[in-house]
């Protein structure tokens, strides 16, 4: 059966999930693109696909057929790609040893970046502030790539989380744009096990968290910049912190 009606009730509760309130109260967000709904279904996240008329269904897990114009109706991209995925949140709450903590990203483009230089350069924990953007955000999720499914990411009040850091003896490196430590200088030590602290794109980060953090780290630059967007400065320190740790 082709559902075409866009008073559909699966239609209906495909553009709830457009919403974080609705991602939330059922612990489900969307996918898109056959790229993403391939990574999902890799990673035991799919739930079941949502497809057009006339396309292949790539996997034996449960399938609805909508017409074109109801995928149009329940996608987020102007030009869809006939193809996406219920998938289920991340529950993965391990925190390994080379970890990146966000501190109020905002932009969704910024947040889908940032994840996917992370899983490039070997972090192996992600962790958001509460006050992130939502992590399920339909252009966050694009933005990763599917890297998402990758690697654990977990969110926490970091009023908690840096002291608890501290307890497990893991340094905590936060970033400023000056006034701290060449991130280029630091030692092979400094990067076998660490916690990089990225703040909001437009405060950086906290100054009651740069007073919790071990160092203080920054990237030497041109006097004729002020600052780096935060997914470039981050790409730029994962790189440097991956560099002689194999």
Not at 31 to 53: D, P, T
Not at 111 to 119: C, K, L, P, Y
Not at 132 to 142: E, G
Request: charged share 25%; glycine share 6%; hydrophobic share 40%.
């Amino acid at each position: 059966m082709v559902i075409t009606s866009f008073d559909n009730d699966k239609v209906k509760y495909l553009k709830k999930l457009q919403k974080k309130k609705y991602r939330d109260l059922y612990n489900e967000f969307l996918v898109e693109g056959r790229h993403l709904v391939i990574e999902a279904y890799q990673h035991k996240m799919l739930k079941e696909i949502i497809l057009c008329e006339g396309e292949v269904v790539p996997f034996n897990i449960p399938y609805t057929v909508v017409s074109y114009e109801v995928m149009k109706k329940i996608s987020e991209v102007e030009t869809p790609q006939k193809i996406m995925g219920i998938c289920k949140k991340l529950a993965d709450t391990t925190i390994g040893s080379r970890i990146l903590l966000l501190d109020e990203i905002q932009d969704p483009g910024n947040m889908g970046t940032i994840i996917r230089s992370a899983v490039a350069f070997g972090i192996d924990t992600i962790i958001l502030s509460k006050n992130c953007v939502d992590l399920y955000n339909p252009k966050v999720v694009r933005s990763t790539q599917g890297t998402l499914f990758h690697v654990p990411i977990l969110i926490y009040d970091f009023k908690e989380l840096l002291p608890m850091l501290k307890e497990l003896k893991i340094p905590i490196y936060a970033t400023r744009v000056e006034y701290g430590t060449d991130v280029s200088t630091l030692t092979v030590d400094d990067k076998r096990r660490f916690a990089l602290l990225m703040g909001n794109e437009g405060n950086g980060v906290h100054p009651e968290y740069l007073e919790l953090s071990d160092k203080n780290l920054y990237i030497p630059m041109s006097d004729d910049v002020e600052s780096l967007n935060v997914a470039i400065a981050t790409s730029i320190l994962l790189y440097e912190m991956r560099k002689t740790n194999g």
